[in-house]
């Protein structure tokens, strides 16, 4: 891939999230404290399901991989946005942006995928109790989650070789505090036709594609559910599946409307953009482990444990 052939200007100029001193200090201070939080909340679930043997099943295996992802799509996204608040050039070179739009890709697709894999383990779990164990096998857990990479990744690469052959020149500013393949259609002089056409149709397939699966397992979750006539067993189902659909909400509303949108520099943008990369990979942590009763529990087991062997 060779950039230099293809480009007239070698850096993009990131305006970030606002162009007031006082106001980039104080949202350089926030986002920092939900970076950290965004990291250890993360690196709790990925250590505790590790260390704790009761939540070796299936659905901690998807949650652990889920952990992974969202410290690297934290990772890819905060530390630019960080920088960019501090820094006074606000520069990004092509090579690197492109390497950012591959990574948000990767990370972004792997997780929606992953969500429908979680959303079929739920499915089974409610639906099929008895068969559970033999469904959820640890081939087919394993085969979900690197598919689900594999996919996410060839979606990247598709689209960042077609962002690869742009021409950029005179407008290299960007209103967005990190490289996002929709924001870098507007500074291209060559014709995004093509980028376009391949965006849209992959965006539309990687969510079809894992919706249909979502709505079919939940569809079949809630009639499992309604179907139990006890209250007090209804109400457990649905607080089961409730923390997955939170998630679902946030990911998949705020990443879906950013990259069907036009792309026209509004602070609109920004906060979706924000929502899906920022706030949701410190919201799943945190949702996962206050509202499950298992999670918690383990926590406690692995605190005493440590406090005893002090």
């Known amino acids: 891939m060779t950039l230099g052939n293809h480009s007239t200007i070698t850096e993009f100029i990131l305006l970030g999230l606002s162009t007031d001193r006082p106001t980039r200090a104080l949202l350089f201070v926030l986002f920092l404290g939900i970076y950290f939080m965004t990291i250890m909340g993360n690196l709790m679930m990925l250590v505790l399901i590790r260390v704790d043997s009761h939540l070796h099943s299936p659905m901690y295996f998807f949650l652990s991989h889920?952990?992974?992802?969202?410290?690297?799509l934290s990772s890819v996204t905060v530390p630019k946005m960080l920088e960019t608040l501090l820094s006074q050039t606000k520069s990004v070179s092509v090579e690197?942006?492109?390497a950012q739009v591959f990574f948000v890709f990767v990370t972004v697709g792997t997780e929606a995928f992953l969500l429908a894999g979680m959303a079929y383990d739920r499915y089974t779990a409610i639906c099929h109790p008895l068969l559970y164990g033999q469904i959820m096998s640890k081939q087919l857990c394993g085969g979900l989650v690197w598919t689900s990479w594999a996919l996410g990744s060839l979606d990247a690469l598709i689209n960042t070789l077609f962002a690869a052959n742009l021409d950029f020149c005179d407008v290299h500013v960007m209103s967005h505090f990190s490289c996002e393949l929709p924001s870098l259609f507007p500074l291209s002089c060559s014709e995004v036709t093509t980028n376009l056409t391949v965006l849209i149709c992959s965006a539309i397939l990687h969510a079809l594609g894992t919706i249909i699966l979502i709505v079919f397992s939940y569809a079949h979750i809630i009639s499992s559910i309604l179907s139990i006539r006890s209250s007090t067993g209804r109400s457990k189902a649905f607080s089961t599946c409730s923390s997955h659909l939170i998630v679902?909400?946030?990911?998949?509303?705020?990443?879906?409307?950013?990259?069907?949108?036009?792309?026209?520099?509004?602070s609109l943008e920004l906060v979706f953009s924000v929502?899906?990369?920022?706030?949701?990979?410190?919201?799943?942590?945190?949702?996962y482990s206050l509202k499950n009763k298992e999670v918690k529990?383990?926590?406690?087991?692995?605190?005493?444990?440590?406090?005893?062997?002090?």
């Open 297 to 310: 529990t383990a926590l406690k087991r692995v605190l005493q444990k440590g406090l005893h062997l002090r």
């Open 275 to 287: 929502q899906y990369s920022v706030v949701t990979p410190l919201v799943n942590p945190l949702v």
């Open 96 to 98: 690197s942006c492109l």
């Open 248 to 266: 679902l909400c946030f990911f998949y509303g705020t990443s879906l409307i950013r990259y069907f949108m036009p792309s026209s520099g509004s």
């Open 66 to 72: 889920l952990s992974f992802i969202d410290l690297c």
